[in-house]
């Protein structure tokens, strides 16, 4: 059928007819996505809820699985996590002050920009193989927190860095033009002016890209990360496991009771990540209420 | 105050080292190419590249070892044709809604549900592949029929998975046609639907496809899920029901696995991992062109 075909139907029923199945089609889809989220939530709350209880969130891993316990998978995550934030952050932040407030257009900076966003779109497991060769193998960092820290940063730097472009973007430049005028250096007026008004912005963008992080299997499998720790890390260079690795594991076996277990750490990891995003929408609504 | 001169000195050192940071992504581009072509060198130096790309037999693992990669292609070649099945029509009809019907109120609730789907990671989409999907698909088609790991269940979650993504991009798209033509179009008495079609649609085409574009490329690089629900037998056999193996979840089980570190058993995740490589970063650089190329500026 061609465009004239179906504007010239002259049937005006039929075309509005057809134009009321076409809503429900596209309303159909619309809700199924709500539909599926609830499913899903609903299936692995009603599996994972009687696991988690205080004994499953301070104990070591076991292979009896009513004394298996999260408590060396959630260290684990808020060490590397906490190491990946120390490191992306700043590196981010500077990216993008750079690439906003100091590049001037010439075909370096342009090739920054291109790599950035064609980086963020490099599958997690490629960034899995580049930390397993260079900082576990090359470097012999081992499968330590540091290693797992690095991979980490590198693969949500590009995301930290658009998000906080963005935000810096966002700054009225009358406030750069102000400060300037009042003979402000470049970097006072960026740290300053610019950076404070950016930050809520920037902020919400570095705790959606640490929430991703902390999802992360893939990058971490490669790199080896142990399973069975019994330990909880005590610095940048033991040895660890982490929420993700954990619920892979536990879902990769073929017993009941394990999977109920993988549902359990789920329901943890969810509440975590659900509880950054609470974070990071509050201080979004925050500085929109305040800014005019 | 500091004297002009130490101002000059810090206002410089200050300008390098954010340089510097920002050169940090040209040095991880560098560092993963240079990666994945010196290790899959030792590779290559072992077995032809042409064994490797047309093979149609892949156990490196078993002797006599085959390093033919094809098996491996089919595999997340099924995944990403199911995954598109799903989530190409319901993400771009989502947008439609979003776009054409949905009023702010209901905006408020898509919008931030599409955000949880978005940031449900993937190992979750997994367990749930394997705990919820598959079990559904043994029920409905037959336990005999369905594998217990099966290709149909990891497209199934994949397809969940890059929903959002299909959904919002298609929604940037869609938003940014002007309402002028919109209302054009309604003027001269086109019904919802036609407008949608023949107007928003074709306005909107390259952000759309380009969205679709994306979105596969996530799903080829996508590693938990197919890899707890997909199994891990490379096959060409093209059946969605029965077990395959993607790139990605045979890079896992080597990891896994216990293959010495520089043997080519080992070296075959290089391989396969350059070979991943190159089409996510291929499909990527055609969104961007597409996008660059065939956008409809409107004044």
Redesign the interface.
């Known amino acids: 059928m061609t465009?004239s075909d179906?504007?010239f139907d002259s049937n005006l029923g039929k075309?509005?007819r057809?134009?009321a199945r076409?809503?429900r089609?596209?309303?159909?889809?619309?809700w199924?996505?709500?539909v599926?989220?609830a499913?899903?939530l609903f299936?692995?709350v009603k599996?994972g809820i009687g696991w988690v209880d205080w004994q499953f969130l301070t104990s070591f891993p076991s292979i009896d699985a009513e004394k298996a316990g999260i408590k060396a998978a959630l260290a684990g995550t808020i060490w590397v996590i906490g190491l990946t934030a120390c490191i992306s952050i700043?590196?981010?932040v500077?990216?993008a002050?750079?690439?906003e407030e100091?590049?001037k257009p010439s075909r370096l900076?342009r090739?920054?920009e291109v790599?950035?966003?064609?980086?963020a779109?490099?599958?997690?497991?490629?960034?899995?193989?580049?930390g397993?060769?260079?900082f576990v193998?090359w470097l012999h960092l081992g499968q330590s927190v540091l290693a797992g820290a690095l991979t980490l940063s590198?693969l949500i730097?590009?995301v930290i860095?658009i998000a906080s472009r963005e935000a810096i973007r966002a700054v009225p430049s009358s406030l750069r033009q102000a400060a300037f005028a009042l003979g402000a250096?470049?970097?006072q007026t960026v740290s300053g002016h610019v950076l404070p008004a950016a930050t809520p912005g920037i902020l919400t963008g570095v705790i959606?890209a640490l929430?991703?992080s902390?999802?992360?299997?893939?990058p971490l499998?490669?790199?080896?990360a142990l399973t069975y720790v019994a330990y909880t890390p005590t610095g940048i260079t033991d040895e660890f496991t982490a929420l993700?690795i954990i619920?892979?594991n536990w879902?990769?076996r073929p017993q009941q009771v394990f999977?109920e277990l993988?549902?359990g750490g789920?329901v943890v990891?969810?509440a975590v990540?659900l509880a950054m995003?609470a974070i990071a929408v509050f201080i979004r609504h925050r500085s929109q209420r305040n800014s005019p | 105050m500091s004297s002009s001169q130490q101002?000059n000195r810090?206002?410089a050192l200050?300008?390098w080292?954010?340089?510097l940071?920002?050169?940090?992504?040209?040095a991880?581009?560098v560092?993963?190419i240079t990666?994945?072509a010196m290790?899959s060198y030792g590779f290559f130096a072992d077995v032809p590249l042409s064994d490797y790309l047309f093979g149609t037999d892949w156990s490196p693992l078993i002797e006599p070892a085959s390093f033919g990669v094809l098996p491996l292609v089919c595999g997340t070649l099924m995944i990403v044709i199911g995954a598109a099945l799903i989530a190409l029509?319901?993400g771009l009809?989502?947008a439609?809604?979003?776009g054409?019907?949905?009023g702010p109120r209901q905006r408020n609730?898509?919008k931030p549900?599409?955000?949880?789907?978005a940031?449900?990671?993937?190992?979750?989409y997994?367990?749930?592949a394997?705990?919820?999907i598959t079990p559904a698909l043994r029920e409905i088609l037959g336990t005999d029929n369905v594998g217990v790991f099966n290709a149909a269940s990891g497209a199934i979650v994949v397809g969940?998975m890059i929903?959002?993504m299909v959904?919002s991009l298609c929604d940037d798209a869609i938003r940014a046609v002007p309402a002028g033509i919109r209302h054009g179009a309604h003027a001269l008495g086109?019904?919802?639907?036609?407008v949608?079609?023949?107007i928003v649609v074709p306005s909107a085409l390259s952000g759309i496809v380009a969205s679709f574009v994306?979105a596969l490329?996530?799903a080829?690089?996508?590693?938990?899920a197919v890899?707890?629900a997909a199994g891990a037998t490379p096959s060409m056999s093209f059946d969605p029901l029965q077990s395959i193996q993607t790139m990605?979840a045979y890079?896992?089980q080597v990891?896994?696995g216990d293959a010495p570190?520089g043997t080519v058993e080992y070296n075959t995740?290089?391989a396969v991992?350059a070979l991943?490589?190159v089409i996510?970063?291929g499909m990527?650089?055609i969104a961007?062109r597409v996008l660059r190329r065939f956008r409809e500026v409107y004044e």
């Open positions: 465009t179906l504007m075309r509005q057809r134009a076409f809503r089609l596209v309303a159909g889809a619309t199924s996505g709500v599926l989220l499913v899903m299936h692995i599996e700043p590196v981010g500077a990216s002050i750079y690439l100091y590049a900076n090739l920054i790599n950035i966003s064609n980086l779109g490099v599958p997690s497991i490629v960034y899995g193989m580049l397993a060769t260079i193998r590198l730097l590009p860095i250096t470049r970097w959606l929430s991703r902390m999802g992360e299997t893939a499998v490669m790199m080896g993700p619920i892979y879902s990769d999977h993988a549902a789920i990891l969810l990540l995003n | 101002r810090r206002e200050v300008s080292l954010l340089k940071s920002a050169l940090l992504s040209i991880t581009t560092a993963i990666v994945l290790e029509p319901i009809g989502s439609i809604y979003l054409e019907y949905a609730i898509i549900v599409l955000e949880v789907l940031g449900i990671p993937t190992v979750v997994g367990y749930l394997l705990t919820l969940i929903l959002p959904t086109a019904t919802r639907l036609e949608s079609t023949t994306l490329s996530r080829i690089g996508e590693t938990m890899t707890l990605t890079m896992v990891a896994l570190v995740i290089y991992g991943l490589f996510t970063l990527n650089l961007t």
